[in-house]
């Protein structure tokens, strides 16, 4: 039982690349997110999605686009890099989108850097 | 405009000390509210959590206060450990869905 997979752990972009962090998890999750980590800016999310066939955007989600064309897969593609998305970005899923008391279970991260 | 905002960015204690961290809110349609613990290079775990039907919520050295009327909670670590050492972040959702909206952060150091 692998939880989340993020893949990959570091990516480095030059400015206008386009690119795709994978996210898969195996947990038969109903919801699944985007985050991005910056230092004193905590956690903002991107986009996230309630289930297969449906996606919304959160806090950030100017310059990335997402799907969910099955459960367990919720690519998160960047559009052309930019060096203000330089950041760790990280995929959560949860049972239930009505149930957060079950917590949010995290990947690892992918670590970005756009020069 | 941060919904969810915490303090301090970051704490040294030393070791056998409380640590607290404290969050505020702005949405009363906020009603769960969590506190995730993050080691480095590692994502967040759920640590514990909140509803706003109870004031208080103790899990071994781990205990959640929740001011409803000021709109804030707080977490305090007692008989802190070295191994607390870590990032701390809380977090709320509204009513009946997830979509968490996280603090800032802490930066918990717990000096031996």
């Known amino acids: 039982n692998a939880g989340v997979t993020q893949t990959p752990k570091f990516q480095v972009l030059k400015t206008g690349q386009s690119m795709t962090l994978q996210c898969a998890q195996d947990m038969n999750h109903e919801y699944m997110s985007w985050y991005r980590q910056d230092p004193g800016m905590g956690l903002r999310l991107i986009h996230y999605s309630v289930g297969a066939g449906i996606t919304d955007q959160g806090e950030v989600p100017n310059g990335y686009n997402v799907s969910r064309s099955t459960t367990e897969d919720f690519p998160l593609r960047l559009l052309s890099a930019a060096p203000s998305q330089t950041s760790v970005y990280f995929c959560a899923s949860s049972y239930s989108y009505t149930r957060p008391l079950e917590g949010y279970t995290f990947g690892s991260g992918t670590r970005l850097t756009v020069v | 405009q941060q919904q969810v905002k915490q303090s301090p960015q970051s704490l040294i204690v030393q070791k056998g000390g409380i640590s607290i961290i404290n969050c505020a809110y702005e949405?009363?349609?906020?009603?769960?509210f969590p506190w995730y613990q993050q080691f480095p290079g590692k994502g967040p775990a759920l640590l514990i959590a909140?509803?706003?039907?109870?004031s208080e919520k103790k899990e071994g050295r781990f205990t959640i206060s929740f001011n409803k009327s000021a709109k804030q909670f707080s977490l305090h670590i007692m008989d802190s450990q070295p191994g607390d050492s870590a990032t701390y972040f809380c977090?709320?959702?509204?009513?009946?869905?997830?979509?968490?909206?996280f603090g800032q952060g802490t930066e918990l150091s717990v000096k031996p």
């Open positions: 977090a709320a959702s509204p009513n009946q869905g997830g979509k968490l909206i």
């Open positions: 949405n009363t349609a906020f009603d769960y």
């Open positions: 909140i509803r706003p039907d109870v």
